[in-house]
């Protein structure tokens, strides 16, 4: 059994790794908010990655979920002017489109 100093140890474990900058800018990209960190990034990458290894349905799924989210994360910051109704209409309109493209 582990003790608390060695899980707290192994938390706080950390490691340098090179990247590109173009990779940089592609993990960046893939951030849901602004203090999200490259490890968290990562991690969720990785993990979509095995779903899609192992239920390429549910990973299908998951990712164009990601892909709509993202779409109205944009729609929101990008329109200030917009009031919520129409931004909520747009995303609703673009739902329903990729929707039957993926049928």
Not at 36 to 63: F, H, Q, R, T
Not at 80 to 101: A, D, F, H, V
């Amino acid at each position: 059994m582990e003790s608390k100093n060695q899980k707290n140890k192994q938390k706080s474990e950390i490691t340098t790794i090179k990247v590109t900058l173009g990779t940089k800018k592609r993990l960046e990209h893939l951030r849901e908010s602004e203090g999200e960190s490259y490890d968290s990034i990562i991690n969720k990458a990785v993990n979509i990655l095995n779903i899609c290894i192992k239920n390429p349905m549910l990973g299908n799924k998951i990712l164009r979920d990601i892909g709509m989210a993202k779409k109205r994360a944009n729609l929101i910051k990008n329109s200030s002017m917009l009031n919520s109704k129409k931004i909520n209409q747009e995303y609703n309109q673009e739902t329903r489109e990729e929707r039957k493209e993926s049928e």
